[in-house]
């Protein structure tokens, strides 16, 4: 089955609010972390990465927060734009692996 | 600069056919992964490769098979084509591999009718 979940499909915001999307993962072994966002149409664009020795990594609007006590991943996206409006995906790298693993998505939808 | 290009964009087969993706990694990229991505889910990773030679392989059939020229572009072939492989395929380059950031493609959507 699946390593790495969200907790919502769906996520709704204000534009201009900040938006968090969250992800879990089961797997102690996961030693990198990234966050992509999929716009239709389109193959997925890098966010932000997050190795497993660090809890926060920040970049241009966006920061990743990793709690590897309870496997949880977090990505906060702050004053969201209209053109934040897409799916955005964890994906993991287990140890040892050569491959991503992904979850399903969170769509998010920007209110005006 | 140019980033990871794939071809063809869209493509459309008949069951039992086979095919041939192809992608061109960012200039200075070694390895290459493959990924099919079904509508509504996250990509799967199906292969990568690294200085040319397979270095993973995802829960996927024998049909699929792939590849890493010299020059470090890739193919996937996907053999006896069923209606279940229709999918957008993606390819991300990466200077060298697993653990270091992968950059995707626009993706191939093949449809198998």
């Known amino acids: 089955g699946e390593s790495v979940g969200l907790h919502l499909p769906t996520l709704s915001v204000q534009e201009g609010d900040n938006s968090i999307i969250n992800c879990a993962y089961s797997n102690s072994a996961s030693d990198y972390f990234i966050w992509y966002k999929q716009e239709s149409g389109k193959g997925p664009q890098f966010i932000i990465d997050?190795?497993?020795?660090?809890d926060k990594r920040q970049g241009q609007r966006v920061t990743v927060l990793l709690n590897k006590t309870v496997k949880h991943l977090s990505l906060q996206i702050a004053a969201t734009q209209p053109g934040d409006s897409a799916v955005y995906f964890c994906a993991e790298i287990l140890r040892g692996a050569d491959g991503l693993t992904f979850g399903k998505g969170t769509h998010l939808i920007i209110q005006p | 600069d140019a980033g990871v290009t794939q071809s063809p964009t869209h493509l459309i087969k008949t069951r039992g056919q086979h095919v041939t993706l192809r992608c061109s990694p960012i200039?200075?990229?070694?390895?290459v992964s493959w990924y099919q991505q079904v509508l509504g889910q996250g990509p799967q990773f199906i292969f990568q490769?690294?200085?040319?030679?397979?270095?993973g392989r995802g829960n996927f059939p024998d049909r699929f098979s792939a590849r890493q020229f010299p020059n470090y572009s890739s193919e996937l072939n996907v053999n006896a084509l069923l209606l279940g492989d229709s999918a957008l395929y993606l390819c991300a380059s990466s200077l060298a591999g697993a653990g270091t950031e992968a950059f995707f493609g626009q993706g191939t959507r093949l449809t198998v009718v």
């Open positions: 490769y690294y200085e040319k030679e397979e270095r």
């Open positions: 200039s200075g990229h070694k390895s």
């Open positions: 997050i190795r497993s020795n660090m």
